[in-house]
């Protein structure tokens, strides 16, 4: 597991990481999420010894990263997808890797495989697309069979296969009981990987809790319902207390009452219904509403949907 206690990084005038205190457990795939220039990159790079604290500790399987006997066997990380040198091959750069931490070269063989990258191991990285060079940095973060993983940003240019392939290698190896902390800035496609996040916010930890819990803060995303007669709809669902708004074509937007309630009032007054759907609430929209509530947060500028400080 990974352990972090008050940690704090400055650069000069910026506080990067402020008293970050939480914990990453096995089992379940941990989500890190925050606008840019949060804090993300700072903390893991920490994690791994390759920035010194100001303050505070960060240690791994309750060792810091430097006092670790072999650091390859118990953590891995995907930081930086253009680190392998571009007049090397996918084959010859792991290589590299697996040589100096002592791995025999079947395992390279296997981690080509298991990111999809047998085919090209003999192709040099400089002609990768940004997808391929963080397969092979996937590759690389998996060469010891670590039982702690930092991925940081996987899914960056990646395609929508990739995407769905580097959420299924992170739920898996959460699976085999590795901790796993996977950064990113979109709120939504932590929702989509993640089974517990930790949310920052200018170096401040906002929320540390599971992905179920932190989408109910964002409270009922309302119904969405579409009929052949929405005025007489929105009547019958106003008498009912429900606040009403038009979506577009026929739906309204339903606020106040749940999809069986609207269903309910709909059939009692006899009109047909063509759509009745449940919004759900983004964590997008939660974690609006969340840094919206942060006092801290607030002095300064607010993340954009985007996530970006505005
Ligand atoms: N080496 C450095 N020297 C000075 N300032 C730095 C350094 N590294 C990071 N910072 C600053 O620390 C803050 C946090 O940066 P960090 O890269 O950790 O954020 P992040 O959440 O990972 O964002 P991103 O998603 O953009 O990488 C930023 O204000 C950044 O400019």
């Known amino acids: 597991m990974i352990r972090v206690r008050g940690l704090t990084k400055r650069y000069g005038d910026t506080l990067a990481v402020d008293h970050l205190t939480f914990d990453v457990n096995p089992g379940v795939v941990t ?4 606008p840019n220039g949060a804090g993300k990159s700072t903390t893991m790079r920490m994690i791994l010894g390759l920035d010194t604290p100001t303050s505070g500790t960060a240690t791994v399987n309750g060792r810091r990263y430097r006092d670790l006997s072999a650091p390859l066997h118990e953590v891995g990380a995907l930081l930086d997808p253009g680190a392998a040198h571009p007049g090397r091959t996918a084959h010859a750069h792991l290589l590299w890797l697996a040589r100096g931490a002592g791995l025999p070269r079947r395992r390279v063989e296997e981690v080509l495989d298991l990111v999809g990258l047998s085919s090209v191991a003999g192709r040099r990285v400089g002609g990768f697309s940004l997808g391929m060079r963080q397969r092979l940095g996937i590759a690389a973060a998996l060469l010891g069979d670590p039982g702690v993983l930092l ?132 964590l997008e929209a939660a974690f609006m509403e969340l840094t919206a509530g942060s006092v801290e947060h607030r002095s300064g500028s607010a993340p954009t949907p985007e996530g970006r400080p505005s």
Do not use: C, K, Y
């Not at 989500?31 to 925050?34: S, T």
């Not at 069986?260 to 063509?274: P, Q």
């Open 31 to 34: 989500g890190f999420l925050g």
């Open 151 to 282: 991925f940081d940003e996987p899914v960056n240019g990646l395609d929508p296969e990739g995407i769905l392939w580097v959420r299924g290698l992170l739920g898996d190896l959460a699976a085999e009981g590795r901790t796993v902390l996977v950064s990113s800035h979109l709120m939504n496609e932590m929702q989509a990987t993640a089974d517990h996040v930790l949310v920052i916010g200018r170096g401040r930890l906002i929320a540390d809790m599971g992905v179920a819990e932190l989408t109910a803060r964002g409270g009922s995303g309302g119904v969405r319902v579409a009929s052949a007669d929405p005025a007489a709809l929105t009547a019958a669902l106003a008498e009912e207390g429900a606040s009403v708004r038009s979506g577009d074509g026929d739906a309204l937007l339903v606020g106040g009452l749940d999809a069986a309630r609207v269903g309910e009032i709909a059939l009692h007054r006899r009109i047909a219904l063509r759509e009745l759907t449940p919004q759900r609430t983004s």
